[in-house]
């Protein structure tokens, strides 16, 4: 089901902006029995990719009401909201573009996330490196084809995820998820300053870590800095929180962290 400012249809103008220049944003919430986890947390980080991306003021409150509506009475499943500049502007300009379009699916849960929660995950290490960018380094914007990319080498190899790096041969990320890595008490993840998405699960999981025990650091290092890990897992507002069971060769065992994480989340 497709909403388009509030209006049920599943057609875009072939005018937008989004169609022509991937010229928007999104976020992807996870629907668990019919209501949106951290709904508030997906509504900020619209609010802050529209500001970042210079956008006109889009209607938040009716954003949320639209959210919601579409998980009403639907079990599970995924909310997903974008916002598109709308039409208008020329070309790359988006000068008189005032009325952003807010777009409002809901689908079914990927079918395979309920055996990566059980069985855990491998990694393979992409050829597809991401381009540095801190411009638009954490937001979640229409342009993905890199993620395309990604997901296109991990369908060809098999493997369930991708460890991404970036041109500097920096850890960033997966193909549609966060990493997070443990050595002892000590939690790392990746500084998304030039490139990545920050998903809400991430910030979700960093707001956890100390009330676990945990410190936590954001770092930029190569992957051998995960090769001396005790436990890795991934997450994204779907999975949520998933352990890593290899990457490439290395196995990983441990689930300390994860099986702590998992009902918090």
């Given at each position: 089901m497709y909403w388009i400012n509030s209006i049920p249809?599943?057609?875009?103008?072939?005018?937008?902006?989004?169609?022509?220049?991937?010229?928007?944003?999104?976020?992807?919430?996870?629907l668990l029995d019919g209501d949106i986890p951290l709904l508030e947390w997906h509504l900020e980080r619209l609010s802050m990719a529209g500001q970042r991306l210079l956008f006109a003021p889009f209607n938040a409150d009716a954003m949320r009401r639209e959210m919601l509506a579409a998980a009403h009475g639907s079990g599970d499943g995924v909310i997903k909201a974008l916002i598109s500049r709308g039409s208008g502007g020329n070309g790359y300009s988006f000068r008189g573009c005032e009325t952003p379009q807010r777009i409002v699916s809901r689908t079914p849960a990927p079918a395979q996330y309920p055996r990566w929660r059980q069985d855990g995950v491998r990694l393979s290490q992409s050829p597809v490196r991401l381009a540095r960018n801190p411009l638009l380094a954490g937001i979640k914007h229409n342009n993905r084809l890199e993620q395309v990319l990604v997901r296109a080498h991990l369908d060809r190899n098999g493997t369930d995820e991708a460890l991404v790096l970036d041109t500097e041969g920096i850890v960033v990320e997966c193909c549609s998820a966060n990493l997070f890595w443990r050595c002892g008490?000590?939690?790392?993840?990746?500084?998304?300053?030039?490139?990545?998405?920050?998903?809400?699960?991430?910030?979700?999981?960093?707001?956890?870590?100390?009330?676990?025990?945990?410190?936590?650091e954001e770092v930029s290092v190569g992957p051998n800095a995960l090769?001396?890990?005790d436990e890795v897992f991934i997450t994204n507002a779907l999975l949520p929180v998933v352990p890593v069971r290899a990457i490439d060769t290395r196995q990983y065992a441990d689930r300390t962290l994860c099986l702590q994480l998992s009902p918090l989340c």
């Open positions: 249809q599943a057609q875009l103008p072939l005018t937008d902006r989004a169609v022509h220049f991937g010229d928007g944003f999104f976020t992807t919430a996870r008490r000590e939690v790392f993840t990746p500084a998304l300053r030039y490139a990545g998405v920050a998903g809400v699960m991430r910030r979700r999981v960093m707001s956890l870590l100390p009330e676990l025990g945990y410190t936590l090769t001396m890990a």
